[in-house]
């Protein structure tokens, strides 16, 4: 199977990051040296246009990460800026830090300028998951259908892992989250069918892939159910079409794929609102 022949023009990457032009540079280094990985490409918008074009994407989400509570409205801003000048290319999470005054009321300035969901890197931002701080931002979310896009796992912390995604699925049932890497970066044999049965969440396959067997991978997908997982990339970690190439690999049969490639996609996205 060659994915950008089949499905070219429609596939969605629920994974990518972009910064603002001045800084992209920097902040893209600063991300590589935290996982002491080589970025392939720089986090901007134009070099992510770039790439939607030539590898056939039609639409992605968009992250930033807020590492400071100062930081959160300036990121927002600029996805603000972004998304509304290309809504049909892009669809916005942004970022949300414990530290700042009021968490509902800068969801409802993101929302009410075009921004979808929420994004948490809780190894960034150093508060765990499952913290009762983040209550009201659980609350807000479950109750007016908001997703949240989740850093899921790391061996060399303690605030994403997945008994603490457990912990949130189980306090906030209706939920809509997608936790990202399989649900579990470098944790992924935790990651096991009770926290994935009835979980609120949804699972990307960005930055694991290149780490993960094809039995594994496989065992993965049988236990988070073939319809909750979505492609990704981590742009600007990796390419694409690196991904595409891993993803051929698994062999994986066509069904299975076109639901990862973009109709899982598209469902969630009818999940939520942003009226």
Known sequence: ??????????????????????????????????????????????????????????????????????????????????????????TAFGPIHIGIDSIPEEIDYMRSNGITGVKLHNDFQGFAVDDPRLDVLYEKCQAEKIPIMFHAGDKRYHFTNPKQFRNVGKNFPDLIGIAAHFGGYSEWVDVDDDYCKDSPFWFDTSSSLFLLSSEEVNRIIDSRGSDKIMFGTDFPMWTACDEYKRIEDLKLDQTTVEKIMYKNAENFLKSVSND
Request: with cysteine; hydrophobic share 40%; charged share 25%.
């Open 1 to 90: 199977m060659n994915i950008i022949e089949e499905f070219q023009g429609k596939i969605i990457d629920v994974h990518t990051h972009i910064f603002p032009d001045k800084i992209a540079e920097k902040a893209t280094q600063a991300v590589g040296n935290f996982y002491d990985l080589h970025m392939d490409e720089v986090g901007t918008k134009a070099k992510l246009l770039e790439d939607m074009n030539k590898y056939g994407i039609n639409h992605c989400f968009i992250h930033s990460v807020a590492t400071f509570a100062h930081q959160v409205r300036g990121i927002n801003d600029f996805l603000i800026s972004v998304v509304n000048s290309d809504s049909d290319k892009f």
